[in-house]
């Protein structure tokens, strides 16, 4: 049998209590499905946040301690010890550890209970998450398979009010018609927002949330008492309990704030994550979810009206059998600047849609989300069918004035669609999986900052297709440097592939806003450096399976705490490219396949396949597509050499 990769999503339940300094903040306990038997683990993440809830002055982080522990096994500890500095605002953090080698040893069964510790040393901290994000591989002959897909929502355009309101209708789909497969049991659901504070004026709030129709489910009271409009994460574990809303119905999210100054959270926006097994022999329908870093805009964003806005463009390979039909689906996009942001988003042939972000003092980065499947606000945004579907992704922001412009623009997909299942089984359908790159580590504090990857993809198919390549960054400045920086982020070219040495520039952008520190989220696309697929005949690109070091550069000599992690995405859904040699000669015949037409970047004229054989006879080259058409040259000698008609592969 087959062995394939998956990444799958578990999240504890949100901790909103005050803790105080170098206290320990123990998560609720949860459990951890696994159903395929003897996983083999490529990179497991410890992701947690927590927010700054001193209440009357700012203070520094000196030392973060993640624990993890499985099923009674003794947790494991790890501690960073290296200074945030406080800039006189209040602040959160996002920080990582890498577990892989403690579930390697430490997992048995099929499922087991977890426990997640955090000790934050120099501050009181508040409203804190965390979620583990397990890459492995498993075997092809598993009836029972766990899968996570992640639903975004359509967000809001403005500022939450004291009174609950809806963004949009009916947002949380009936589960139990939108998940396709056979036999379902979930085993964790929640609702992540990645988002800021807004804050304009110091008060005590909360933000509420509402998934039911009936209970609301709050935060902790934070005090913003430094006036800080602070980028932070929460997390509602929605699964059961007050406030989990039925798998058997679609129902609209609610939000409110407590204080419209103190806590508006400007666009408000997040993601359903459902983590659920199936019975895949019985499943004959798949859903199929994906994520793609598609934008990241090195200068400021777009221009001030819609004849000079940005632009970038993203084609997307599916293959999956029988009909495709796109589900709720959208993009998150972050952004920076000191002041008002006014960003006009759009998709495709969508109508425009206005996401505005009032003056404050930023403490990190800001967030907008559009949906883009039929249920979106402002219609459809893609198109997407089998074989290169394209997505077009406009924006531009309202004002030229420095401050209101915007900078650090990225955006990140959340692509579902159903399909049949594949003969060979869902395991070579699209996926997305997730590498840790660097966790939270110490070593910061320098303007270039070298780093060996903390894990390296491993493609066990021997044939596939890569759909994206791409990184997630997170970035935190310490102290009160300069608000104005220019970030760079780049591999190692090993010998023997590319040029042999050097560096490949993957992300680089402005980062122009308050001289705050804050979290930042940045989304890097990276497809065009890397090896597309096995035999790729462009030689300038690199391995996905090397082993690299990575680095991070900011323009001063500052702090800058990095973290980053890749998300690689591909399917192994093969098709043949066969004929036969007639009228050789009798020496060796070489043999190579063209596209007859471009393949969305793949430009018409490319060679893709090659194989050779002596005399006449059959021949048989792998391709990743039967949509588009190709063909074959012969080559035996100049007066012995032909073409073939254009078709597709089979």
Known sequence: MATHTKTIEYAFPLSTSSVATATARDFTQMTVYIPESSPTFKSVTLETSFCDGTVATGANTTAILIGIALGGVGRNDATVTQTITNSGENYSYIATRDVTSYFTTNWTGTSM??????????????NCTAKLIITYEYDSSATT????????????????????????????PNLSTFLPEAS??????????????????????????????????????????????????????????????????????????????????????????????????????????????????????????????????REISIQEPGTITLVQSGIICTMIDAGAITLDL?????????????????????????????????????????????????????????????????????????SDKHSSGDGVHAHTTHWMIRPTATGNLVQRL???????????????????????????????????????????????EAEGAGWRPLYSALYASDPEIGTSLMWARARTDFIRWPGDPDTSRLDIENSRNYRFDVNVNSSQFWQ???????????????????????????????????????????????????????????????????????????????????????
């Open 346 to 418: 759009r998709m495709g042939s969508q109508s425009s849609r206005t996401f505005t972000h009032a003056a404050t003092v930023r403490a990190g980065c800001i967030s907008s989300m559009r949906r883009i499947d039929s249920g979106a606000t402002g219609g459809t945004g893609i198109t997407v069918a089998r074989g290169f579907s394209t997505l077009v992704m406009d924006w531009f922001t309202t004002s030229a004035t420095a401050g209101n412009i915007g900078s650090n623009m990225s955006g990140l997909l959340f692509l579902n669609y159903t």
């Open 564 to 650: 980053a992690a890749m998300l690689l995405t591909w399917h192994s859904i093969t098709y043949s490219i066969a004929g036969t040699i007639a009228g050789s000669s009798g020496g060796s015949v070489i043999i190579k396949a063209h596209l007859a037409i471009a393949a969305g970047s793949i430009e018409k004229g490319t060679e893709i396949a090659n194989t050779s054989r002596s005399s006449n006879g059959a021949y048989s080259m792998t391709w990743y597509d039967n949509t588009v058409n190709v063909f074959v040259q012969a080559w035996e000698s100049s007066t012995v050499l032909g073409r073939s008609d254009d078709t597709v592969a089979s």
């Open 450 to 496: 070298q780093v060996a990857a903390a894990t390296t993809p491993v493609i066990n198919e021997t044939d596939y297709w890569l759909i994206s390549v791409g990184y997630q960054i997170i970035q935190i400045p310490s102290g009160t440097g300069s608000g104005n920086l220019a970030y760079a982020f780049q591999c190692e070219v090993q010998s023997g």
């Open 145 to 172: 398979r766990v899968k996570t897909v992640k639903i975004p929502i359509d967000g809001n355009t403005g500022n939450l009010t004291t009174s609950l309101v809806a963004l949009g209708s009916s947002q949380w």
């Open 113 to 126: 209970t977890s426990d997640c510790r955090i000790t934050i040393t120099g501050i009181t901290t508040i």
């Open 184 to 313: 379902i049991t979930y085993r964790d659901i929640f609702f992540q927002m990645d988002i800021h504070t807004g804050t304009t004026a110091a008060a005590s709030a909360s933000l509420n949330m509402r998934y039911d129709g009936t209970n609301t489910i709050s935060d902790g009271a934070w005090g913003h008492s430094l006036i800080s409009d602070t980028f932070y994460r929460r997390i509602d574990k929605l699964l059961s309990g007050t406030g989990a809303p039925s798998t058997s119905a679609s129902h609209n999210i609610e939000a409110s704030t407590g204080s419209t100054t103190a806590k508006p959270c400007p666009c408000l926006n997040g993601v359903i994550v459902v983590t659920y097994e199936y019975d895949h022999s019985s499943s004959t329908t798949i859903l199929n979810s994906i994520q793609i870093p598609v934008m990241d805009e090195s200068g400021w964003s777009g221009g001030t009206a819609t004849g000079d806005k940005s632009r970038f463009t």
